[in-house]
């Protein structure tokens, strides 16, 4: 089932990234300029990706929100509420499917 391999990539790479950011944080700290520029020259397409999954996780808090009103609504029969959650649910995927195609290209 490709949609869950696609999240699974994204989430290790978010996670990575995530990593990747603490080293910093971390570094900056002790002041170790020359475990800084390590970092940033061993992980710099990671960092680059940032903004990227900044945005991913916004929409998916958005769409997780969208579900959950679905899910609470009263107006909307059982079937109109599968058909929505499975529209959001597909635009996560293709969001998370776009940024693993342009994550692979930055991460080479």
Known sequence: QPTFVDKQTYFDIRDEVKIAENLIEYHKEEGNKE?????????????????????????????????KFIEDSKRLTEDQKKDKIKKLLDRESLIIQRFIKRADRILG
Not at 44 to 58: A, F, N, T, Y
């Open 35 to 67: 475990a800084l520029k390590n970092i940033r020259k061993d992980r710099g397409s990671l960092l680059r990706l940032r903004p990227m999954i900044k945005g991913i996780e916004s929409q998916r808090r958005k769409i997780r929100q969208q579900i």
